[in-house]
């Protein structure tokens, strides 16, 4: 395995991101403990985006403290992995309900995401990374 | 998506970690701020097995913060995910040269493990869960 370690994504990293791959988000709990969530990532410029909804474990624990961690895993190769050290710098709700139909396109292949209830409010988590490691085998 | 919760491994959830699947486990920085690494896993008993070795960054935050989170997709469907909140309760060198050729056979189907160096130690981090989230598509 080769590890190589920088202070921003690459194009080589941003291609795991923009691939149908699951990202792994930690953030932390109101008692300062880790908490991990699964779920579909997009990258755009240099910012990781994460699609969530207002209330949500994660997004309540981001307003309180922007500190997380984002690992992917590229679903062909298991062993070209990114993980990455950062901050939600930005919470967007304008766009984000178009956001989560590309993100349904990405990943279910479907034109508007099936899961929408009536009363949640999208927001996209934009996250810059401060530390970033890529694992090859 | 149904979501599960609990606050002990059920056999489903178990399964998971038997299987080929790898895990990714969130440590605590000594900042506070939280890490993540993708691994292999097992399960023994109601404990959730890693092998990492000393000195490394997930080996080092444990020992200062026991609380870590751990997340599961099952590779063969990844809305299939168990993810869990907890904390190492035992550090274990002795069985961990053994334990990693278990993993190495399980992942890589070697009967040792090829990427052993000769000053490492193997440890074994056993995690117990208390928050347990299964969801299934």
């Known amino acids: 395995m080769n590890v190589t370690q920088g ?10 991101f923009k691939g149908k791959n699951f990202a792994f988000i930690a953030t932390l709990m109101k008692d300062g403990s880790p908490q991990i969530t699964p779920t579909w990532v997009d990258v755009e410029g240099d910012s990781i985006l994460i699609n969530t909804a207002e209330g ?3 997004e309540k624990n981001v307003k309180r ?16 992995m990114v993980t990455v050290r950062g901050k939600v710098t930005e919470q967007v709700t304008k766009g984000a309900d178009a956001h989560i139909d590309k993100m349904s396109k ?23 990374a401060d530390k970033v490691f890529h694992m090859t085998p």
């Open 65 to 80: 403290d922007k500190r997380v961690a984002v690992s992917i895993v590229d679903s062909a190769n298991p062993y070209n």
């Open 56 to 58: 949500r474990v994660k």
């Open 7 to 16: 202070t921003k994504l690459t194009e080589d990293d941003k291609s795991l």
């Open 106 to 128: 990405k990943y279910l292949g479907m034109d508007k995401y099936p899961y929408r209830t009536p009363t949640e409010k999208r927001v996209i988590l934009k996250i810059h």
